[in-house]
């Protein structure tokens, strides 16, 4: 059973700092694109960063203040968050996908609120 579980959210100030975890399970982790994907109300949901295994990429918005790294040990992925703004705060989503396989799996969400 395929299980994507996003933890980490809440409620920061502006330019303060925040961790997200994503945990997977339930499918060959390192052989999955893994990415996370940010939605707020009445937008689309859109990609944040995305780790390939030997690349990462970034938003422009978020290129130098936000890190992705994962742990295929543990199938976890993070997105570590810095100086963040109030233009930040949405529902993160952990995406798991294989292009070859045609996969693409998704967690519930975790809500990040940026207000002082």
């Known amino acids: 059973q395929v299980q994507v579980v996003e933890s980490g959210g809440g409620l920061v100030q502006p330019g303060g700092s925040l961790r997200l975890s994503c945990t997977a399970s339930g499918f060959t982790f390192s052989r999955y694109i893994m990415s996370w994907y940010r939605q707020t109300p009445g937008k689309e949901r859109e990609l944040v960063a995305s780790d390939v295994g030997d690349m990462t990429n970034y938003a422009d918005s978020v290129k130098g203040r936000f890190t992705i790294s994962r742990d295929n040990a543990k199938t976890m992925v993070y997105l570590q968050m810095n100086s963040l703004k109030p233009e930040d705060a949405a529902v993160y989503y952990c995406?798991?996908?294989?292009?070859?396989?045609?996969?693409?799996?998704w967690g519930k969400g975790t809500l990040v609120t940026v207000s002082s």
């Open positions: 995406n798991a996908k294989n292009i070859a396989l045609s996969k693409d799996y």
